[in-house]
């Protein structure tokens, strides 16, 4: 008697446990399927910003600091041996806000995001028509590269030695004219010193230099795989 | 009678179910959630690129990075750290707030209690920084 009351309560307390069990597993098993995923999706977006704003990529100037210039180009280095990107993975590039690079589609929800911050630099050409006399020496910032120097031929006068900190890089006591590039160090700011004959007007001497300028921005990358 | 009976199995019944229930709950909040972990290398990996943007800064005055010359004195330090707290402003997202820990004293602002906190150090002839940042 006792038995044959117990055994539907018992069936129906089984079948709960059952259901109850199932139910946890699939849900346990549902976590960690999703938190292993997402570690080696996260893994790949870590490893390619590094590699993207590291000191030997290919868009970098230097460590964290992007050539405003390359940034066109990444989405075929992405393409490239250059930078080690899963065949299998969907990836987007942003900076700031604007997408410079992609390939396949994202899927915001299950895409894994990593946010690197940059500078961006861009180099600007910067010409300077300096007034040139003896006395006066003209000064050009620290990190200025490939500094170029023209000067015209005029018959009123001539420069015959061109010095930058005092250490002579040009001279012609025929006097100097055309272009020459000056060999100035992007380490310190240089002082550049003309001595000269006669007199010349502004704009008979030309300096050119690029000087970058730098500003912040965030490079984000998302992957979806 | 019967009544008695069925309810010990209903009882059996439930305390298995809450067993069951609590192991689920047990591996579903015990296990750290990935989020948590991305916040963490997220902010730190912030706090080691600002870190290294600093350090690849020129100097204003003397010395041979920014950062070497903020901490070549206290003199130094107290002429310069306005203009690297504004820096270091420019440097992070508006999301962010930083401290910046040296032996000469501190930089940013307090850390709130319980923050996670993303950090990185930066070593220099002169002594050490500490760039601290956290969420707002």
Redesign the interface.
């Known amino acids: 008697m006792?038995g044959q009351?117990?055994l539907p309560?018992?069936a129906?307390?089984?079948l709960?446990?059952t259901f109850?069990?199932v139910?946890?597993i699939t849900?346990?098993n549902t976590?960690f399927s999703?938190?292993e995923r997402?570690?080696l999706e996260?893994q790949t977006a870590?490893s390619v910003?590094d590699q993207l704003?590291g000191e030997a990529s290919p868009v970098t100037a230097?460590?964290?600091?992007l050539n405003a210039s390359a940034i066109d180009e990444l989405e075929s280095v992405l393409e490239g041996d250059e930078i080690v990107v899963p065949d299998s993975a969907a990836i987007e590039v942003r900076l700031g806000d604007e997408v410079i690079a992609e390939r396949g589609s994202i899927s915001p929800a299950s895409a894994?995001t990593?946010?690197?911050?940059?500078?961006v630099e861009d180099r600007s050409v910067e010409t300077v028509e300096p007034m040139v006399t003896d006395a006066h020496a003209m000064t050009i910032p620290?990190?200025s590269y490939n500094t170029t120097v023209t000067i015209a031929d005029e018959p009123t006068g001539s420069v015959h030695t061109v010095r930058a900190n005092d250490e002579v890089l040009l001279a012609n006591d025929d006097g100097l004219t055309g272009t020459f590039s000056l060999a100035t160090s992007p380490q310190e700011t240089t002082r550049i010193q003309f001595e000269m004959i006669g007199y010349l007007d502004a704009g008979d001497v030309t300096l050119q230099y690029e000087a970058p300028a730098t500003r912040?921005a965030?490079l984000t990358v998302i992957v979806d795989d | 009678m019967t009544r008695g009976q069925a309810s010990v199995t209903a009882i059996e019944a439930a305390i298995g179910v809450l067993l069951v229930m609590s192991i689920t709950f047990t591996f579903a909040l015990g296990v750290p959630s990935g989020d948590e972990r991305e916040t963490q290398a997220q902010l730190d990996t912030y706090a080691t690129d600002a870190a290294t943007i600093l350090e690849n800064e020129p100097p204003r005055h003397q010395e041979q990075t920014r950062v070497t010359e903020v901490l070549v004195s206290e003199d130094a330090f107290d002429r310069e750290k306005d203009d690297l707290e504004d820096r270091i402003d420019r440097i992070l997202p508006p999301n962010l707030a930083f401290a910046v820990e040296t032996e000469y004293g501190s930089i940013g602002y307090p850390i709130p209690d319980g923050v996670k906190t993303g950090e990185a150090t930066i070593l220099t002839p002169h002594g050490e920084l500490t760039l601290r940042v956290w969420y707002i």
Request: aromatic letters at 2%; charged letters at 25%.
């Open positions: 006792r009351i117990e309560a018992f129906i307390a089984v709960l446990l109850t069990l139910l946890g849900a346990a976590a999703n938190a997402s570690a996260r870590v910003s704003v230097r460590e964290n600091v894994s990593i946010e690197r911050l940059v500078l620290r990190r912040k965030t």
